[in-house]
């Protein structure tokens, strides 16, 4: 919020005053953006007083026609852009234009910051400044606005987009919004009318009202999703994509699709080139407009795609769905849930193909939208198995660079294997260097490396892919049936001996002490016993209710192979105290391996201890 100083003066917040400044001095390339972002700003206030008009009957200046009108000034070196839609109150001037609406708004400012300082216009190009983005041409701008309220005022807003703005009453302000930008003198090319009306040309007719420049009428408004492919250009394509998306990248892939059957669809849809929940903007808000035969429905439904869509951009008009339809009845509409199914697996199949086709592509755009690929799993229940196929993953067998969807997995799983293998870790090296790997190695079995905490909820709710369970490493379901160990081994006996001691001596960590098969190098490891949490839930309880998480309970499986557990067989016997420091450092050991150990710091005074006594020898 802005504070007020002097009189009708104000202050922008922090945030804005960062953005300005950054608009001021380092954005030089593509100026021309701001006649995009004002239009746009200006259909997006028209489409509001349209949606308004339809429940409110007590709307001030009812009768002025929903339309943009731009005028230059050559003389007085002034662009001005008019609408009469709902116009602002003289609170909605503070809350819009003195303050980042976006939640992460510190956030945002920070990274644009950054942007900033490496000097990289195209970057801070892919943020998005709206309103603001006319201070890149401006010496001051003044906005002249009548809310659609008829108890609203008569106001002037005014800034040079340094540290202050001021709002006053303008008499005679009608319905809407009259932005009039004074230009500097470097920028005066934007009030000469040719180049305002070729900047217009590139999307004026992706705006459903008419725009007039100097009382010329400019554009046809065209609903390009209504047309065929074949009609349309990338430059159209890429111009309506940015013009409706408020965006500044290019779009990753973009599916225009017509059908008939079940509901007649015209579909035109953008997957963007940047993930702005990334730059820690907070969720975004759902992108895909609603349509019946060109008229808007509503800008962003809710409820037509799944949430973790709400990354995708673009248009779906269906003819199908009565015209009248008011915004709250279709969130509960039958039609509007089929709609939004049809459409949702058309794009995931689109999906599934393109990254066929071209992998690497698909594997530079999972790389910064795989959040929402997961989410999805998660919580789309109704689409789980064709978001699993698009899910990637590094693993044992891929290499620099690589990563290995689950077909691809199950397409080369061996014969007799019988689950898809995963570890939840923090990197390849934890996993590789961990003693979980060694047998599916040895069987020549992938193992998947997951390495969000996110990962563990995706595997949870999938449990099966392709008719195969999903397993963790460390999971005591996992049969890996006789691996051919090499190495002389504890008797049977000896083995059983030893795991009841085990079992008595570490009685408090351990839930069952027995001999495993699947160990080739390691002397012993930690499994999570059917039922009980995995260790990387069990992190994050920890994280939220330190007190209320037990110390964790583990199968350990020894290897009758190893050179320490067949020692400490015989240490067992002849030296107690001993044996029990050296079964207590294999538990920590392998707890450490599983990501269990709560307190490492034990460790430290054990080891000294056992230093101690060889040191004594
Ligand atoms: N012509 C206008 N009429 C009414 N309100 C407007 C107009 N222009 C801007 N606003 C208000 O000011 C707000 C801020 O505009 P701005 O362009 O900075 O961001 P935005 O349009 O919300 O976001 P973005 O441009 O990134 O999609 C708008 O959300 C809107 O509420």
Known sequence: MSNTTTGSTHEFQAEVKQVLDIVIHSLYTDREIF???LVSNAADALEKMRLTQLTENDVFGAELPLEIHITTD??????????HGIGMTRAELVENLGTIAHSGSKAFAAALKNAGKSGDASVIGQFGVGFYSAFMVADYVKVYTHSWRQDGEHLVWESTGTGTYSIDEAPDQVRGCKIVIKLKEDALEFCRPDRVKAILA????????????NAERVNTVEAIWLKSKDEVTEEQYKAFYQFTAHAFDEPSYRL???????LVINALLFLPEQNMESFGMGQMEPGVGLYCKKVLIDPRPKKLLPEWMRFVRGVIDSEDLPLNISRESMQDSALVRKLGEVVTKRLLKFL?????????????????????FKEGVATDFLNRDAIAKLL???SSLTGEGEVIGLADYVARMKEEQKAIYYQVAPSRK?????????AFKSKGYEVLYLYEPIDEYVVNSLREFDGKPLQAVNSNEVDLGDLANEGESLSEGDTETLCGWLKDSLASGVEEVRSGKRLVNSPALAITPDGEMTPQMRQMMRAMKPDEVEAPKVILEINPRHEIVKKLSVLSQSDGESAQLIAEQVLDNALLSAGLLDDPQRIVARTEKIMERLLAK
Do not use: C, M, W
């Open 256 to 262: 225009h699709f017509q059908a008939d059957a079940p």
């Open 352 to 372: 599934d193909k393109e990254a066929q086709d071209d992998g690497k592509k698909f594997q530079e755009f999972y790389a910064k939208f795989s959040r929402f």
């Open 35 to 37: 006649i995009r972002e």
């Open 430 to 438: 934890t996993i590789e260097t961990g003693p979980y790997l060694e």
């Open 392 to 394: 990637r993953f590094d």
């Open 74 to 83: 050559e003389t007085e070196g002034t662009l001005t852009i008019s609408d």
């Open 202 to 213: 590139k999307y004026s007719n992706f705006v459903s009202f008419p725009i007039q420049l």
